[in-house]
Each structure stands twice: as C-alpha cells, then as structure tokens.
C-alpha cells in the first residue's frame, strides 16, 4: 500500500494505459482521479476501480482547455484533501497516411500531447508542490521513431560512428 493517503490523477485515464495505471495506483492504496473527456469511460475505471475496493472519481475535462483543467484540479484537491501524483497520459492520435493528415488533425493531436500536458503540470504544481508530489509524463515511442500510419519520420542517423 505505498500510495495509501495519497491522491493520484491521471489523464486520459478512461481507456487503455491511464485506466491500467488509475487500477494499478488504487490497488497500491491511492485515491486516483481520473479525467478525460468521456464521462462513461472515465465511470467505467471509477467502477472497476470501487468494485476491487479502491477509491476512484473521474470528471470529465479536455486538457486543452486551461481554465477547466485548473477547475478540475481545484475540484480534485478539494474533494480529496491534496494532491501528490500527476501523471500526464492524455494523448490523441489519427492513424492515416501523412498525406492525408489534415492540419487540424495534427493540431489536434499537439494541442492534446503538449498544450495538455503543460496546462495539466503547470495548473497541478502548487498542489503538488504542497504534497511535495510528482509528475510522470507518459510519452510515445513514436515521436523518435517512424511508425506505420503516423506522420513522425525516424531522427537522423549521426554523421560519424565511432
């Protein structure tokens, strides 16, 4: 139970990684809010979550939007007493050809990945700076590496070996 007291959120934690993570936290004791920006897949970790006896609240929020992220953080703190784990996982991707990745598209999937993750750490850091908390950033492999479908080319290969 190392997280036992603690509140844990997580983002984009109604599917996938960030709803094994909430699971995972809450199995460790936490208290683990959830948020993304469906409701029902954000309730549906809640109830896993609560029916393994763990504690769990999911709200809905989109991160890009800064004022209700700083709602939804304040909303957090204030149901839960604090705050001592950030783990920014929200992410948006569209599998296609980058030739037909239109530019909102892309705006759409940088706007979630970096604006998301600022506005979350930087709207988060004076509670988790009370708690002496963290912050974990969940990244994609493939903003290094190509990957079918996605528009991320491989980095350059060094121009000398040694």
Do not use: H
């Not at 936290?25 to 469906?38: D, L, M, P």
């Not at 784990?85 to 990745?101: D, K, M, T, Y």
């Amino acid at each position: 139970m190392r997280y036992e007291g603690k509140t844990v959120l997580i983002t984009g934690g109604g599917s996938g990684l960030g709803r094994a993570m909430a699971q995972a936290f809450a199995q460790e004791g936490a208290t683990v809010a959830t948020i993304g920006r469906r409701q029902e897949a954000l309730d549906e970790t809640s109830r896993l979550i609560e029916e393994g006896g763990g504690k769990a609240l999911g709200i809905s929020c989109d991160v890009r939007d800064a004022a209700r992220v700083g709602e939804t953080i304040a909303q957090v703190v204030q149901r839960t007493g604090r705050l001592d784990v950030l783990v920014n996982n929200a992410a948006g991707n569209f599998i296609s050809p980058s030739e037909q990745l239109s530019p909102n598209g892309f705006k759409a999937v940088v706007d979630i990945v970096l604006l998301g993750t600022f506005n979350c750490s930087r709207l988060a850091f004076d509670a988790l700076k009370e708690s002496r908390g963290a912050i974990l950033n969940i990244i994609a492999t493939y903003a290094w590496t190509a990957s079918p479908a996605r528009s991320t080319p491989p980095p350059p290969k060094p121009a000398c070996s040694t």
